[in-house]
């Protein structure tokens, strides 16, 4: 059992930048691949960022390609979302994932794919 609770989501005008992070339970949360999705109103929820165990693979929707950076620390049992040059259709509720997985070149881009959810952080990006 993971316990995922996202922080460090606001309001931020059109340019700026906002580190969210995710901050897990368990002792297991190295072997879990993570990932970060996000859902507008009135629309589907859509894959943003995923990172492997290691931390040594990421992908990236490509509308945050060169402006959002995921990354992990396994210590702190932490992952975040660093994203800079918001614009306003990064408008959302981000949520975290957790997907119990050591194989790293696997590209977990579904929200069935994963097995544990955080509650999500709402991002406002005024224009």
């Known amino acids: 059992q993971v316990h995922l609770v996202e922080s460090g989501g606001g309001l931020v005008q059109a340019g700026g930048s906002l580190r969210l992070s995710c901050a897990a339970s368990?002792?297991?949360?190295?072997?879990?691949?993570m990932g970060w999705f996000r859902q507008a109103p009135g629309k589907e929820r859509e894959f943003v960022a995923s990172i492997s165990w290691s931390g040594v693979n990421t992908y990236y929707t490509d509308s945050v390609k060169g402006r959002f950076t995921i990354s992990r620390d396994n210590a702190k049992n932490t992952v975040y979302l660093q994203m800079n040059s918001l614009k306003s259709e990064d408008t959302a509720v981000y949520s975290c994932a957790a997907k119990a997985s050591l194989y790293g070149s696997i590209w977990y881009q579904r929200p069935s794919d994963y097995d544990y959810w955080g509650q999500g952080t709402q991002v406002t990006v005024s224009s």
């Open positions: 368990g002792r297991t949360f190295g072997s879990y691949a």
